[in-house]
């Protein structure tokens, strides 16, 4: 026979007591039930407790490690937006304050051990600009979680992240309202997916790049890279192109002419040394040491003029000087610039 007992119970012993009625279909009844069936056990027979105590610290370990691992693994990537529904439910979540209190919910207990805070938002459902700040005892943890709100803040509010400050165990994070979703979409990957564009290419050709990466371990990175253009043109015995623009314009999709030359200089660092056509660039203001790693003069004047090229085609003239390990590029100064320099 069912005896009917009206209990009171607070909103913090609900949410404690979830996951047990979700195993019940949403059955608080048999939920109980099964709480009571386990506190007679206990009295019963408290070494059988004791045993699932030690289980389940076990499993806990091994969760949480298995938790922390992934979490590693996916820094750089970001949630996709089904994934992200399902953990914050946008329906549900409306308001930043309702954010706040399930994310701080969500992770402050032992497995996380972050504080999630929301601040400076003009509008609780609708903001023009908010800030979040978290903070715990893990960067991978809190950065993970940095990238999972501000999903949701770019997804779901409209905004864009303008700044990151980030510490050894804290990161706070600036939005304002941005209604071009690409332009926010962006400011998303710039600032937690920077490894998005490489994993989704690694995976859509994964045979080429593990003989890629096989090869250049295997060489010690000693590999050139050059675009099948010019590739081409040296196998029908032309002369090596003196131009070698076609990267670095790929890079920034619009022509050298228009790049501004303080970014042209940083990409042509980073671009010529990985793709192997010289050792390294030393950047001075506008002065580029490059170190060519080559002694056949014809190699050497060849890299010189690719790049003086380069430069020039930017509208900056540049000259250079030769050495036997060292090129020097700056530009060249004018006449009028030097009166302006005196004066």
């Known amino acids: 026979m069912s005896v009917r007992k009206n209990i009171s119970l607070e909103k913090g012993h609900l949410r404690k007591l979830e996951p047990l009625v979700l195993k019940h279909k949403g059955n608080f009844s048999a939920a109980m039930r099964e709480i009571i069936d386990l506190i007679d056990t206990m009295t019963r027979d408290p070494e059988a407790i004791n045993n699932l105590i030690d289980g389940l610290k076990t499993d806990y370990n091994l969760t949480e490690n298995v938790i922390f691992w992934l979490i590693k693994q996916a820094r750089g990537?970001?949630?996709?937006?089904?994934?992200?529904?399902?953990?914050?439910?946008?329906?549900?979540?409306v308001l930043l304050s309702?954010?706040?209190?399930?994310?701080?919910?969500?992770?402050?207990?032992?497995?996380?051990?972050?504080?999630?805070?929301?601040?400076?938002?003009?509008d609780n459902a609708n903001p023009s600009h908010a800030t979040v700040i978290l903070s715990g005892n893990s960067i991978y943890k809190i950065e993970f979680l940095g990238g999972l709100i501000s999903s949701f803040l770019v997804i779901h509010k409209k905004q864009e992240i303008i700044s990151l400050k980030k510490m050894s165990n804290k990161i706070t994070v600036n939005f304002?309202?941005?209604?071009?979703?690409?332009?926010?979409?962006?400011?998303?990957?710039?600032?937690?997916?920077?490894?998005?564009?490489?994993?989704?290419?690694?995976?859509?050709?994964?045979?080429?790049?593990?003989?890629?990466?096989?090869?250049?371990?295997q060489t010690n990175y000693n590999m050139v890279?050059?675009?099948?253009?010019?590739?081409?043109?040296?196998?029908?015995?032309?002369?090596?192109?003196?131009?070698?623009?076609?990267p670095i314009?790929?890079?920034?999709?619009?022509p050298i002419r228009d790049i501004p030359l303080d970014v042209l200089i940083p990409t042509m660092k980073s671009v010529y040394e990985y793709m192997g056509i010289v050792e390294r660039i030393d950047v001075n203001e506008n002065t580029l040491y490059i170190y060519h790693g080559n002694t056949d003069k014809r190699a050497i004047s060849a890299i010189e003029k690719i790049l003086l090229n380069v430069l020039n085609s930017n509208g900056t003239v540049f000259e250079s000087r030769c050495s036997e390990n060292l090129i020097v590029m700056s530009p060249v100064v004018t006449k009028t610039e030097m009166v302006i320099i005196t004066k």
């Open 249 to 254: 314009e790929a890079i920034h999709k619009i």
């Open 98 to 122: 309702d954010l706040e209190k399930y994310m701080d919910e969500m992770t402050n207990g032992a497995s996380w051990q972050t504080n999630v805070k929301i601040e400076d938002y003009d």
């Open 225 to 246: 890279t050059i675009p099948k253009n010019y590739y081409n043109e040296l196998l029908i015995g032309k002369e090596a192109p003196s131009y070698l623009t076609a």
């Open 176 to 217: 304002r309202k941005q209604m071009n979703t690409n332009l926010a979409r962006q400011s998303l990957v710039n600032y937690f997916g920077d490894m998005e564009d490489i994993s989704s290419e690694i995976y859509k050709k994964l045979e080429f790049w593990k003989c890629i990466v096989n090869l250049y371990k």
């Open 77 to 93: 990537r970001l949630i996709d937006p089904e994934h992200l529904n399902s953990i914050i439910d946008p329906t549900k979540i």
